[in-house]
């Protein structure tokens, strides 16, 4: 092989291929790189949030076949009995981005739940609390939508994304969650993808929101040129 005029043969040189030139066999290597894409997805329940399962369960795979043509990876996670958004692409620096706690990036959730918080315990989320694996959470804006008899509903927003957080919340004060909803992520909210199932492609302007949206959290710590 040929790079840039000079025979190489390291095996595991790293080059850039968009400014090299590469010769193979006296033939120049052509590459073409992926467009990158970020797509909104309305996860129902039922879905694994994962790209395949060995025990046949349904995936992000099965539910984005025949809407999203590019190679994708879903951001963060949502529970198999959750629904809700979930961000889907093939952008490594948004993901990161995204999903990194530092960037402060608020996700809300709607969720039902058997019995009715003490005001206490509102303050309680809304200080921090920790959880049964010791976790202490950061502070969370929560309020009550709904109430009746031994039903509740609220509007909760956090941004780091401990595994169950909202579940594990609700579970110190014995309160179980029966429905989980996540209706925004930063600046999108679930109108956008109103019904399970949906798929939409982000356009540049909202994905520009997006990552503003943690730039305003963390200046000078992100990547600018998302």
């Not at 303050?123 to 939508?145: E, M």
Request: charged residues 30%; positive net charge.
């Amino acid at each position: 092989m040929k790079l840039n005029g000079r025979i190489e043969t390291y095996p595991r040189l790293d080059v850039t291929p968009e400014s090299s030139q590469i010769l193979l066999d006296g033939s120049r290597l052509s590459f073409s790189s992926e467009e990158k894409v970020v797509y909104l997805v309305n996860k129902p329940i039922g879905y694994l949030s994962a790209m395949s399962d060995d025990r046949g369960r349904k995936t992000l795979t099965d539910l984005i076949n025949g809407k999203i043509k590019e190679r994708v990876f879903h951001v963060g996670r949502l529970d198999q009995d959750s629904c809700g958004l979930i961000l889907m692409t093939n952008d490594g620096d948004l993901a990161n981005l995204v999903s990194h706690p530092a960037s402060e990036i608020e996700k809300t959730y709607v969720a039902g739940v058997k019995g009715i918080l003490a005001d206490s315990e509102l303050q309680a989320v809304k200080i921090g609390v920790t959880l049964n694996d010791g976790f202490k959470t950061s502070p969370a804006k929560i309020r009550l939508l709904r109430s009746e008899r031994n039903f509740s509903k609220y509007s909760i927003t956090i941004y780091e994304g401990h595994k169950r957080e909202i579940r594990e919340i609700f579970r110190v004060f014995n309160k179980p969650v029966v429905s989980l909803v996540r209706v925004s992520i930063g600046s999108l909210g679930i109108s956008l993808v109103p019904n399970p199932g949906d798929v939409k492609r982000l356009s540049r302007k909202e994905i520009d929101l997006l990552s503003k949206g943690a730039q305003k959290r963390t200046p000078g710590k992100v990547n600018k040129n998302l």
